[in-house]
């Protein structure tokens, strides 16, 4: 779909805008041949505003450190009495409910291809990931959850995480991602027991 | 204790002279501070033997590929009863057996400084741990273990891995690598059992 397309579904803020206007150039012609005045621009924006909201052309996909704050926000507020593993779930029940709404699914499954395709984007991923993982360790173990149940706790929530962004973004697929986090942490679960 | 000395004790091969001269290096000057020929002038080679070894200054620490090649080879060899977890620790034993080897605790110790004082070598260290995860769940396949059970048992052994690279670098502990890494291993398997 495009971008003034998806503009005029998701009302996003500045910078929603970027982001959109960057997955949009990096689809067109490549995440190497873009630069940030191009993003800025398509977005109706200025370099300055970019580099208000992200510190580098790869993070324009990332969000900045929102989520990582999110999810550690999630965990301390679960409830007392949950698991470290029913904390995960909350948290990223809760992350659900901000960032992977219906209206993101397309941006979200266009987000997944253009970031395939560029080893830059992906190794941002991969970091992101284990900023992720981390703040999930380090909220658990706020929560006085023991250094390693907390470690593998959100080492299984990460990998659960993964899984259900990848079929949630599947456009073909219609559930809500906090019903498709809650069976892939569940089978996450499973197949750690039987390992 | 200084190259030298590492030396006579180790008898090491080229890629592992320039490792043991970056170390002590960065150790010296810093990682920003020491380039490639810096490197290769200590070793007593050149800049194009450097270059034949590793793909960038960074990767002088990381030893390549190998550890990546190495860790599969010796989770496809496992014998065929053992259970996803049991194989990882075969894997992560044989890994041990060629490169945790007594002579090098202390190498990996300073190592260890070395890499915490760098934004930049902690951000490769972080990328080969998902790498040596990668390369363990794509053996685990190989052998018919169904993919999230891969991908459970790997991320398991990949954390235990860890947690016992930390500890058996640490000088003041005495154990084989290979104890170390199953005590963390059961102790991984229990937390996880209990989340």
Not at 7 to 36: C, D, H, I, K
Request: charged share 25%.
């Amino acid at each position: 779909m495009p971008y003034t397309l998806l503009m005029a579904r998701w009302q996003p803020n500045a910078s929603e805008r970027l982001a959109l206007a960057a997955l949009e150039l990096f689809a067109e012609r490549g995440y190497e041949n873009t630069t940030v005045i191009d993003i800025a621009q398509r977005a109706g924006l200025t370099k300055s505003t970019f580099f208000r909201h992200f510190s580098d052309k790869r993070e324009v996909l990332f969000g900045g450190d929102r989520m990582t704050g999110l999810l550690g926000e999630a965990v301390v507020a679960a409830p007392a009495t949950a698991t470290p593993l029913e904390t995960v779930a909350h948290a990223l029940d809760a992350v659900g409910r901000e960032v992977f709404t219906p209206a993101r699914r397309e941006f979200s499954a266009q987000r997944r291809t253009v970031i395939a395709a560029s080893p830059e984007l992906r190794e941002r991923e991969a970091l992101k990931g284990l900023a992720l993982t981390a703040s999930m360790t380090d909220a658990l173990k706020r929560r006085g959850v023991p250094d390693l149940a907390s470690c593998v706790a959100a080492e299984l929530g990460a990998l659960a995480f993964k899984i259900a962004y990848e079929r949630w973004s599947d456009t073909a697929n219609d559930d809500d991602f906090s019903e498709v986090m809650r069976r892939a942490l569940g089978e996450v679960q499973a197949a750690s027991a039987s390992c």
